[in-house]
């Protein structure tokens, strides 16, 4: 068992628990009278107890799992070692239209040549 922080509420309670079962024990050999309210706050305490204590059980058998542990990250590299700049403009070439990039390159190519 892993030792832990003192719990004050915890604490307060387990005595106030045992206070409890020591005035029961009292109250074997001494005759004492107690109203039925006194009983029924008894019976409460007892089941608070009881709860807590099964909590406090099955809350100390969970595992946590292990944190995931990051793979590296492969940086992919460039086709053909080329410089990104280049292998960016060369991709930027692909996807426009060739028939707009030939006009802005030949902008009299659509005049018609005379005779």
């Known amino acids: ?5 003192l719990d ?14 020591i ?3 009292v109250s074997q050999v001494v005759t004492l009278h107690l109203p039925a309210l006194g009983w029924t706050v008894a019976g409460g305490l007892i089941l608070f107890g009881m709860i807590g204590l ?18 590296p990250v492969k940086v992919p590299s460039t086709p053909g070692d080329l410089p990104p700049e280049m292998h960016a403009s060369i991709v930027q070439e692909l996807l426009e239209d060739p028939g707009s990039r030939f006009q802005k390159e030949h902008p009299d190519a659509d005049r018609q ?3």
Request: hydrophobic letters at 45%; charged letters at 20%.
């Open 1 to 5: 068992m892993k030792p832990h922080r």
């Open 8 to 21: 004050g509420v915890s604490l307060t309670f387990g005595l106030l628990f045992l206070l409890i079962a």
């Open 23 to 25: 005035w029961w024990a």
């Open 54 to 71: 099964l909590g406090a059980i099955s809350s100390g058998r969970r595992e946590q799992p292990a944190p995931p542990v990051a793979e």
């Open 113 to 115: 040549p005379e005779k």
